[in-house]
T-cell receptor
Framework: GEDVEQSLFLSVREGDSSVINCTYT??????LYWYKQEPGAGLQLLTY?????DMKQDQRLTVLLNKKDKHLSLRIADTQTGDSAIYFC???????????FGKGTTLSVSS | DTAVSQTPKYLVTQMGNDKSIKCEQN?????MYWYKQDSKKFLKIMFS???????INETVPNRFSPKSPDKAHLNLHINSLELGDSAVYFC????????????FGSGTRLTVV
């Protein structure tokens, strides 16, 4: 079945860049997603990338996709304390009926 | 206006009780979902519901039953609650198969005592 893997924790200093990595198994997923969850809140769609793209940039966020290695990364430039949250990578299941999420990476930003 | 709203936000109940969580979306989406987030923050799909077609995740106990009175609502009814049902339940919606992502509600924290 589909599986999405992420490292569980990342700690950075304010102003540094953060890179969160993800590997996935289902190469048929047309889109891949990054969601952010702040404490006590729901999931907020941060960005997504079409599977035939290598890179997508959106302000401080850069998504890199290596389809051959099934590797997705999210880079946050100039990380701020407000970026502290859990970041989930997600792909669509083979049937296209649901998003499958990784276990989430908790990003901790210290000032 | 909240796009996907869930009620209640918090629910504390005793083992063995039956409870419902309600979800409504005002985005005009045609597909709705229930996800369960456990204490380790792992998210798992429970159900998706598209235009009266219910897709069931086979790992979900049959004590859980989704009910959709119309396209904008998807409720979750849970019978005979168990301690292991304690979690945060998220409702979400999407248009078609959600190519552009899902919109999530803010969650219902269920605590079974």
């Amino acid at each position: 079945g589909e599986d999405v893997e992420q490292s569980l924790f990342l700690s950075v200093r304010e102003g540094d860049s953060s890179v969160i990595n993800c590997t996935y198994t289902d190469s048929s997923s047309t889109y891949l997603y990054w969601y952010k969850q702040e404490p006590g809140a729901g999931l907020q769609l941060l960005t997504y990338i079409f599977s035939n793209m290598d890179m997508k940039q959106d302000q401080r966020l850069t998504v890199l996709l290596n389809k051959k290695d099934k590797h997705l990364s999210l880079r946050i430039a100039d990380t701020q304390t407000g970026d502290s949250a859990i970041y989930f990578c997600a792909e669509t299941n083979q049937a296209g009926t649901a998003l499958i999420f990784g276990k989430g990476t908790t990003l901790s930003v210290s000032s | 206006d909240t796009a996907v709203s869930q009620t209640p936000k918090y629910l504390v109940t005793q083992m063995g009780n039956d409870k419902s969580i309600k979800c409504e979306q005002n985005l005009g989406h045609d597909t709705m979902y229930w996800y369960k987030q456990d204490s380790k923050k792992f998210l798992k799909i429970m159900f998706s519901y598209n235009n009266k077609e219910l897709i069931i995740n086979e790992t979900v106990p049959n004590r859980f039953s989704p009910k959709s009175p119309d396209k904008a609502h998807l409720n979750l009814h849970i019978n005979s609650l168990e301690l292991g049902d304690s979690a945060v339940y998220f409702c979400a919606s999407s248009q078609d198969k959600g190519s552009y992502g899902y919109t999530f509600g803010s969650g219902t924290r269920l605590t079974v005592v």
